[in-house]
């Protein structure tokens, strides 16, 4: 299913599984996911995604090059420690003084070539992005920006990962609800209510190089302000 497919099926309704919802504290878990579940027309409230197998085996095998439970494992590790990346602050920190950005970057990283090349490259994507999504007016003010950061798109893509992997039996019950719960906390360090999370998920897609941004800001204005949708009663994570 093209990109642009998905998004016209987002907005065809919110999909929510009346047979095995979740409540409480268990549904926050799951909603930390709700944006990359919206974006695949998944179910937002059960661990069930409401997928084919095919589809989930396609997302997992074509995007993740998961197989396995070891693959599955490895790749939510990296989506779930990302966000704790000692070099981003520096990189941020050379934005916010772009007539000293080199001997910040080259002070403050490590003194690896290919490493100090990845960062760089980081940077350029800050000063592209972070003009636009302010205009977009995604944040409220930078500060919220540089607090959130990307940590929506990480630990979004994470919780929904995982229900996608527990599914194809690559994760137990138990692992899925540690993975779940590992997202959602590490979220909630950075994103104060569910309006930025959702905020941080588009910038991080932004940063990525993802296209049709106006199309996941309207999903994620729809999560918002849908009264179907489980997050249209919450505000804070």
Known sequence: MSFLKKILNAFSGLRLNDNQPLHGQQLDYILAGSMYASQQSAYLNSYVTGLSNKEIKKLLQDYWSIYS??????????????????????????????????????????DDESIFQQYIQIYRRLNTVIPEVTAQGLFENYAVLKKAKDAGWNYGRASFIARCCFEMNYLSENELKQYLEASYYGLKKSCKTWREYTSSYVYGRALSGGPHNEGMISIAEDLLSNKKSPLHVKGYI
Do not use: F, Q, T
Not at 72 to 91: C, F, G, M, Q, T
């Open 69 to 110: 439970s070891d693959d599955a494992k490895e790749i939510l590790s990296s989506l779930i420690e990302r966000n704790n990346d000692p070099y981003i602050s520096v990189v941020y920190e050379a934005y916010e003084n772009k007539g000293n950005y080199v001997e910040i970057l080259k002070s403050g990283l490590p």
